[in-house]
């Protein structure tokens, strides 16, 4: 192997991380001129919508443009390149050989090194990303109104967040090498069985055991909101068996409403803060900027209406079938490529180390970077394909009027710019746009007319 196939490797991964951050800058830039020129009101929201509000989501999503912007540049081109130039990468297996050898363990055990290694560069990467996750949280959201957090609340949940994910990535990366080392040549088969597993494990584990870690998860009281939904779940047949409010308000005012679980025991989760004046029968509790705010049970049963035609149209199953076929493509590409000694060389190896963790890494994260990007892409397409069927679903329950309301009262409540750049929307939005979806109500509403 001549070192000319590494450098060759190598300027071709730089290249290919300029091009794909240059593209999303150019992207994000079409918007940034968006939030800059977009000075009126859409027609279709004046009712709804006041000036000032108006201004005050153009302002937010500006912010946000512009920091996304400047972080891609810092992070995703400058400090990547430099960090792929030095050889990073080699750099932590070696410290990780070290730390082995320190401890007087056996550090030509490869999953043992690989274990340290993932330790090692997820310090880096938390330390790394720190400083953008402060100014987004502290200043940018807490300039408009967002953020709740205090500074022990966020230095406490970034070391609970840091030693889950120790747990969780520890004992996985210890069964991939194993997988690899003692699959033969169909090791990639085992490994997309193995990560499948896991990954329906976690999905029915994670927001039962992990997820209240980090936030509080009360049942929802007894009243006409809950009786609303178990009666809507029941009609649906949906096998609804908890439902829950979490007190999301204490990161943040952003909203939300989720269901989770498989099989025939399904949980549905509320944000405090999709529920009007946080669900609080006594609206003195709230500070000012949040009296007001939320939906009326009317409004939160038809977001539920959409969530659960979700459910009834398969659209979850088809996702993980999707995402499933797609892993095992990439697994089906890391066993053929993975033993090519110059992208281990390239990363700053010596000729003859190729860690396997290391080629998982380069063959995932790089050499697969176009078809993550084409398939980024087809799924964002699909995601409004069902979002748009899951507001026709919530239509056809009765929820027209409701629904609307409440994509309206959502988007005013976090700042939702109405507003796109075409290419920008195409590109980025798994929903269509608040507009796109108060259209296409007002289409099932004309057409349900005419029949």
Same mark, same amino acid.
């Given at each position: 192997m001549s070192s000319i196939e590494a450098d060759t490797v190598l300027y071709s991964i730089l290249a290919l991380v300029i091009i794909e951050n240059a593209v999303e800058i150019y992207i994000s830039l079409r918007q940034v001129k968006v939030y800059r020129n977009a000075l009126k009101v859409p027609e279709e929201l004046t009712s709804h919508m006041s000036e000032e509000t108006f201004h005050k989501a153009r302002r937010y999503g500006l912010d946000q443009e512009t920091f996304g912007i400047f972080k891609a540049v810092l992070m995703d081109v400058l400090l990547l390149c430099l960090e792929l130039n030095v050889g990073l990468i080699a750099v932590i297996w070696k410290m990780s050989v070290d730390v082995l050898d320190k401890l007087e363990w056996d550090a030509s055990n490869e999953i043992l090194v690989s274990c340290v290694f993932v330790v090692i560069s997820n310090v880096f990467s938390t330390f790394k990303s720190l400083p953008f996750k402060i100014y987004k949280i502290f200043v940018l959201e807490e300039k408009h109104g967002f953020n709740k957090q205090t500074a022990g609340f966020f230095v406490w949940d970034q070391v609970k967040g840091f030693l889950v994910t120790q747990v969780l990535m520890i004992p996985i990366t210890a069964a991939l090498i194993f997988i690899v080392q003692i699959g033969g040549d169909n090791f990639f088969i085992w490994l997309?069985?193995?990560?499948?597993? #896991?990954?329906?494990?976690?999905?029915?584990?994670?927001?039962?055991?992990?997820?209240?870690?980090?936030?509080?998860?009360?049942?929802?009281?007894?009243?006409?909101?809950?009786?609303? @939904?178990?009666?809507?779940?029941?009609?649906?047949?949906?096998?609804?068996?908890?439902?829950?409010?979490?007190?999301?308000?204490?990161?943040?005012?952003?909203?939300?409403?989720?269901?989770?679980?498989?099989?025939?025991?399904?949980? @549905? #989760?509320?944000?405090?803060?999709?529920?009007?004046?946080?669900?609080?029968?006594?609206?003195?509790?709230?500070?000012?900027?949040?009296?007001?705010?939320?939906?009326?049970?009317?409004?939160?049963?038809?977001?539920?209406?959409?969530?659960?035609?979700?459910?009834?149209?398969?659209?979850?199953t088809k996702n993980i079938i999707i995402m499933q076929v797609h892993l095992f493509l990439m697994f089906l590409v890391f066993g053929y490529l993975f033993s090519y000694a110059p992208f281990y060389v390239a990363m700053g190896f010596e000729p003859g180390t190729r860690p396997i963790l290391v080629g998982l890494l380069v063959v995932f994260t790089y050499v697969l970077a176009p078809y993550n990007a084409i398939i980024n892409f087809a799924m964002t397409i699909l995601s409004r394909l069902f979002e748009y069927q899951a507001d026709e679903f919530a239509f056809k329950l009765g929820f027209a009027e409701q629904l609307g309301r409440a994509l309206i009262k959502l988007n005013l409540d976090n700042l939702g710019f109405p507003v796109y750049d075409w290419l920008y929307s195409t590109w980025n939005h798994s929903h269509p746009t608040l507009l796109q979806r108060l259209n296409r109500l007002q289409e099932l509403k004309e057409s349900k007319k005419l029949n």
């Open positions: 997309w069985l193995f990560t499948g597993t #896991v990954s329906l494990l976690l999905l029915t584990l994670y927001p039962i055991f992990i997820a209240p870690l980090f936030d509080t998860y009360t049942p929802l009281e007894q009243g006409p909101l809950r009786q609303s @939904i178990e009666d809507l779940a029941a009609s649906l047949k949906f096998p609804l068996t908890k439902l829950f409010v979490v007190d999301g308000s204490k990161r943040s005012s952003h909203s939300n409403a989720y269901f989770y679980g498989l099989w025939n025991s399904k949980r @549905i #989760v509320l944000f405090d803060t999709l529920l009007l004046n946080k669900g609080k029968p006594d609206a003195s509790e709230l500070s000012d900027d949040e009296k007001g705010k939320g939906c009326t049970n009317e409004e939160v049963l038809a977001v539920l209406g959409h969530e659960l035609g979700h459910w009834k149209l398969g659209h979850v």
